[in-house]
């Protein structure tokens, strides 16, 4: 079945330091979403990705649809105390030409950031 | 303010018990997904409905149950032959007419745990 690999599994860093993290998968996806989960909430949205090749920025946060339409990447710059919490990538699971809404996550990137 | 709502944030279950999550939402989404989330994993799909009075199985439906009777309420039932309840559970909803890539928006989730 269609799944995805994300990593790393978590990161420590320091208030201002970017952050990079990304999702790739062995089947094609026409679709990336990226969510953040706060402790003890539902995942929030933050981009949509829709084209291979498409860069899309969403104030700090930057992420970005592989060409190879197997992957993307999310990059959160000058990071600041509340951007902890748990970063998903998603994308539809199509079986049958369709995917009725499905969506399969990656396992998350758990973001520290000390002060 | 539209949005979707889970109750109760926090539920206790003695053995042998059946329990019963709310999910309601008022964006008039057709669409409604019930998820469950374990530490260090991503989401996995339990039940989902793409319309009123239909639903189907998802990746771990077994120990579950669901009804939708009306657009805005997808009940989830964890009944006693889910042998390993503890979780944190996530409802979302979408609304289909805008194409597969459209996002899910989720609920604030309900945390269940054994007495």
């Known amino acids: 079945g269609q799944q995805l690999n994300q990593s790393p599994q978590s990161m420590f860093i320091q208030e201002g330091e970017d952050v990079s993290m990304n999702c790739t998968s062995s089947?094609?996806?026409?679709?990336w979403l990226w969510y953040k989960q706060d402790p003890g909430e539902g995942p929030v949205l933050l981009i949509a990705l829709y084209k291979a090749g498409e860069l899309t920025s969403n104030g700090r946060l930057t992420a970005q649809f592989g060409i190879t339409r197997k992957d993307s990447f999310l990059n959160i710059s000058a990071s600041i105390p509340s951007d902890v919490g748990i970063y998903f990538c998603?994308?539809?699971?199509?079986?049958?030409?369709?995917?009725?809404?499905?969506?399969?996550f990656g396992q998350g990137t758990i973001l520290t950031v000390h002060p | 303010d539209g949005g979707i709502t889970q109750s109760p944030k926090y539920l206790f279950r003695k053995e042998g018990q059946n329990v019963t999550l709310s999910c309601e939402q008022n964006l008039n989404h057709d669409a409604m997904y019930w998820y469950r989330q374990d530490p260090g994993q991503g989401l996995r799909l339990i039940y989902y409905?793409?319309?009123?009075?239909?639903?189907q199985k998802g990746d771990i439906a077994e120990g579950y149950s669901v009804s939708r009777e009306k657009k805005e309420s997808f009940p989830l039932t964890v009944t006693s032959a889910q042998k390993n309840p503890t979780a944190f559970y996530l409802c979302?909803?979408?609304?289909?007419?805008?194409?597969?890539?459209?996002?899910?928006?989720f609920g604030d989730g309900t945390r269940l745990s054994i007495l």
């Open positions: 979302a909803s979408r609304s289909p007419g805008q194409g597969e890539g459209q996002p899910q928006h």
């Open positions: 089947s094609i996806f026409n679709t």
């Open positions: 998603a994308g539809p699971i199509v079986a049958g030409g369709t995917s009725y809404g499905k969506l399969t």
């Open positions: 409905s793409q319309i009123v009075n239909d639903f």
